[in-house]
């Protein structure tokens, strides 16, 4: 068993920035990818970006293209989120996510075996 624990967010004003990290409990040989998603209040889940463990491939949503950028310290079993430029529909519950599937879309929610319990990201106007 994997457990996830997302620390970082908080409060900013638009066009801020925050950065939010997820550490795994340990490193496990059968976690390929590990991902970060999003909830608004009244929306579904969506895909914000996502990290291959061996390749270092990066995923990221369209809307955050350009603005977030994943990243990983494999020694450290954790991974990053910096958000800049960050915009009011930003806000929302962050998850992290860790991944056993070796490939696939990694931007689906259902290639995720476990999550964290959600940080809140709240960009004021």
């Known amino acids: 068993q994997v457990q996830l624990v997302e620390t970082g967010g908080g409060l900013v004003q638009a066009g801020g920035s925050l950065r939010l990290s997820c550490e795994a409990s340990r490193r496990t040989f059968s976690i390929y990818a590990m991902g970060w998603f999003r909830q608004a209040p009244g929306k579904e889940r969506e895909f914000v970006s996502a990290?291959?463990?061996?390749?270092?491939?990066?995923y990221d949503a369209d809307s955050v293209k350009g603005r977030f950028t994943i990243s990983r310290d494999n020694a450290k079993n954790t991974v990053y989120l910096q958000m800049n430029s960050l915009k009011p529909e930003d806000t929302a519950v962050y998850y992290c996510?860790?991944?056993?599937?070796?490939?696939?879309?990694?931007?689906?929610?259902?290639?995720?075996?476990?999550w964290g319990q959600g940080t809140q990201v709240t960009v004021s106007s």
């Open positions: 990290i291959h463990y061996n390749t270092g491939t990066t």
């Open positions: 996510a860790a991944s056993s599937c070796i490939s696939g879309s990694y931007r689906s929610a259902n290639v995720y075996n476990y």
